[in-house]
């Protein structure tokens, strides 16, 4: 089981283990402030993604985010990805806006909306369960449970990262881990899950 990390320590470009998606520096762009991921300038979006891990299995990405993206008149979020395919920048990623936790599927439809609200410095993760063409998706707030969904035409994307829309200049995250994620209960909890989702 691989597990990937990085807390943004000190100031300049992400580290090497680090890729700009689809879009490149036109979306705009990222980097380490004085220990945290910040957006180089207001209205950044972009994907990021790990080119140190690979999987076409379960995945898991999880984000802190130290300081909560202003809503105003514009779509502000950033959060974890999981399943990114780079070549057309397909992914699932998860964020806040609003007091609502949502996760979306980049070319598809939106998979979760959860109102709950958060506070800076609180996590959110993403985690996927694939069962042949099907993935469960669950997305937590500070290691708990708040929305779950399933898709029946999963994407087959085999990085995570992270993904921001229109991110202001004084937004702020820490502390991303990620990688393999190993089901509780294994395969028979996950078609526990898919058989209720389904009814």
């Given amino acids: ?13 992400l580290g090497a283990s680090w890729s700009l998606g689809v879009g490149g520096a036109a979306a705009g762009t990222f980097s380490r402030n004085g220990g945290f991921l910040t957006p180089d300038a207001t209205g950044s979006n972009a994907n990021y993604f790990r080119n140190d891990f690979s999987s076409a299995s379960h995945q898991r990405a999880k984000l802190t985010i130290s300081t909560i ?29 609003d007091n609502v936790i949502f996760v979306n599927k980049v070319g598809g439809a939106q998979q979760i909306s959860a109102a709950v609200s958060m506070s ?8 996927s369960t694939v069962t042949g063409g099907s993935v469960f998706l669950e997305v ?22 992270f993904n921001s829309y229109s991110a202001d200049s004084a937004t702020r995250a820490d502390d991303f ?4 994620y190993v089901p509780s209960g294994g395969a028979s909890t996950l078609m526990s899950k898919l058989t209720q989702l389904s009814n």
């Fill in 1 to 13: 089981m691989t597990t990937v990390t990085d807390d943004f320590a000190g100031t300049g470009a």
């Fill in 69 to 97: 993206p202003v809503f105003g008149s514009g779509y502000l979020s950033i959060g974890p990805v999981i399943h990114y395919e780079d070549s057309g920048g397909t992914c699932y990623y998860a964020g806040y806006i």
């Fill in 140 to 161: 937590l707030k500070n290691g708990i449970p708040v929305g779950s969904a399933t898709d029946g035409s999963r994407l087959t994307g085999t990085r995570i990262g």
């Fill in 120 to 127: 800076s410095g609180d996590t959110l993760e993403l985690r």
């Fill in 177 to 180: 881990e990620g990688g393999d």
